[in-house]
């Protein structure tokens, strides 16, 4: 197999991790960039929109995730990309403009450590011999040792490992092999104390698979909470569970069906869900939200129908609507519809002239589509 079939096999595969963060902001998720198959549009924490290549070291693996489509059960085509392969390929697509950075990942080959010391390779071949300084996101494996977390910590921009479950018990229904304390936790323990000791500005981030072990939204969210409290997880991200022997083709209308419907049907949609789980871990992350404001259905998940910043507004008349010129900045951040950036126009040009009317606040930028019930206009 020469490096171009290798590559097809393994960025295909690479799709399946695919979630909504592989998104500029003005596409919809789930999407790959027109540059290519192998090539995926991201936006870096700083907002920057860049494209990286995605693509699996190997997908040869000893695992047995039920949920991954080159488990060791499963009949596919294997290979394994040598780490000059891997690193000369990049730099090409680089040179050729192309690409910004990587997105690495692997199967696991034999155990941890010898599967890190591949993918570690390559990323110090980019780094040392290709003096690339350009964003490289590398996944640890879980039950990486100690040096081998070091040495990723060191070298990469970004490093995760994918958490998949939100407890041991959840996971144990997925991977009769990996181990959820003992080589997940552990290792992004791991990882925070080589950042404090080698490299703060590496950050660290994780991933759910959504649906695959039965779990609840409540389960995930208070997982949620816990990886950002506990471990200074830098993102959660969350990727729905697709049925590989039976995938469906991603596109706009699946991931937003149900969102913009307004008659009342149930928007039964793993890609909604996903969705959802996003607007919860912004309200945690940027809202205030704790995770007691966040209120479930009887089944411990999230309503498909409405965002969770309206559900928890629906539940507390009692505090709606708030007068928008008087309302302070917490509380206007509290409104459907309305966010931090929104928030701030409405002080800054409250504080210029009373707001008196819709149109006001439409000049102002801010959108009234969703908020205007739970605002009011005292004139
Ligand atoms: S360890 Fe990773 S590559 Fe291996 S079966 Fe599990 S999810 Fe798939």
Redesign the pocket.
Known sequence: MDTEQKLNILTDSSKYDLACACKTGDQPGRVRGDAGRWIYPAVLPSGRKVFLLKTLQSND?V???SY?P???RKDVARCTLEPAQLASVFMQLREAGRVDGLFLSS??CGNADQTMAKMLATVELLRKRHLFRGFIHMKVIPGASDEAVNQAVQQATRVSVNIESPNAKRLGKL?SR?RFHEDIISTMQSINRARKAYNRKCSQTTQFVVGAAGESDREIVLSTERLYSKIDIERVYFSAYQDFENPPEPSQKMLFEGMTDKSGGPADNIFVREHRLYQVDFLLRKYNFSKEDILYDTGGNLSLRKDPKQVWADHHPELFPLDVNRASKEELLRVPGIGPISVNRIIKGRKQEKIQWLDDLKRLGVRTSQGRDYLTLKR
């Open positions: 693996c695992n047995d995730c991954c080159f488990n060791s199967g696991v991977t990996k």
